[in-house]
């Protein structure tokens, strides 16, 4: 709904009194509930139908001068009859009026106030157009920005402000290689420009120098430049390159992280593409004391999973003395959420960064190839696509600020529970669904790896670089995954890997144990912080 229909229908829904009509002329709105409590008793002749009609009629002619036209149309000035004797010692604070007006609608006579809210202007305009016409006797026309008194710069202030914006550094934005916006270096703003500039002008004798209003209204025309604060996390491979001058290799390194950006948008419109990744460690408790910063704490654990075609958030969380934050935890976090969103998929792809310790390795292979062979689920093909690192933005950093702008606003946090109460709260459309994991809900997933071998070459007698590639199929029934190195590979990759679970206590994932019966113990130091 527009927002003048939507305050309209908010303004006829309430008591409308003469203090507001003010208001309303100055957003152009039809104030259809106005009472009247004048002498004129004509007032009330007019109906609200009619005087909508007017409204309507008078805001569609559009043009400025048309309506002044219109507004004049319906107004009569007439001499005064009669004048009161003033006495002469006593000062007024105005000349008193000679003349008097008659406001119709429909060429019935109604009073000021009605007048004003029937087409929706203030008495201002009414006054104004009323001057014009006695002083010049003629329709008054609109002569706005019509003068010729506008600020002129000569075009070799122009020129010499374009040449010093272009000997400014500038650079691309680290996350967006396609865009044609330019950064000014971290550092320079635009008043350093434009004091240097009016330098430059003072040194080659050029003047009047432009305002800085006016330089701001340039830089906005002419140039798609912006101010950014200094990149934070960026990607290591692209700082290396940058500073050695191998200009060819970054190119080629910002393209490959492209293409897997363009792959990822083509899969958050799927319904099966789900997106893990670990918030940074939250410290309880969480206090404004300046002394616990420098305390031993207990680190409370985030792992959050984005379904992208719902835009719904999962958030899986647990304490530092439950379990670990490795490979683990993160497989039984998977597993949970597939078991109980996932049992009637037929596909699945997932999407994380490509950190080996939690997401590329051996066990959360092993435990994706378990699940697609799994018969309590329909599954029948697992796809886990990885990010290039330090490009590797996915929709759980956006749910994360959410978290972490909630966190903010809290004084303090002493208990799990209430990092639970405050995710919950943290986002008001679609709240995440937080789910706190205890003991027996961490499984030992490395007791999977036991039934499968681990292949040291693929298909192509090449070795298998696992921390070079970037997606991996698994498929129900086939023993092995499919990769590729590349987004830009046409081909995939096979590795086949032998089925070892005859000679193994054939471990399934409805059989995993518990990888922490006892939880993990805390050091001695820590414990007693913790206490005092």
Known sequence: MPEKQFVGELINAVSVSSTDIVRFNLLNIFCADFQCSCRYKKCS?????????????????????AQNYNLLHCIKVFPKKSQRIRSPNKSTKSQPKQYSREYNINEIPVCKKVFEATFGVSSGRINRILAKKQAHSMMPTNQRGKHKNHPHVAEKIKESLCKLIDRIPKYKSHYKDNSIVKYLSPGVHKIDVYELWTEECKNNKLSPVPSYEWFLVFWKKNFDLKVHTPSTDCCGTCDELSNCGQHELLAAHH????KAREVFRE???????????MQKTQPLPHLQTNKVFYLRQLWF?????????????????????????????????????IQQNCSTWDELVLWSDSCSGQNRNWNIMCLLLSIVNDDSLQLKKITHRFMWSGHSYLPNDCDFSHIEKRKKAAVAITSPQQYIHLM????????????QMEKEDMLDISKLTGNYSKPKKDSRDQPVKLLQMHEMIYERGFFGYHYRYSFFDREVTTVEIQDSRQRSSNCTITSVPMAYPDGVPISHKKSRTLKN
């Open 424 to 435: 919950k709260s943290a986002r008001k459309s679609k709240p995440f669904h937080v789910y």
């Open 301 to 337: 654990y985030n792992l959050g999973i984005h379904h992208t075609a719902e835009k719904q958030g999962y958030m899986f969380c647990w304490v530092e003395g439950a379990a670990k934050r490795g490979s683990r935890e993160i497989g039984s976090c998977l597993l949970k959420f």
């Open 267 to 277: 899969d958050c419109s799927k319904n099966c593409t789900l997106t893990f990744d």
């Open 255 to 258: 393209k490959e992280a492209q």
């Open 45 to 65: 002749a007019v109906t609200t139908e009619e005087r909508k009609k007017q409204y309507e009629e008078f805001w569609k002619l559009g043009d400025f001068n």
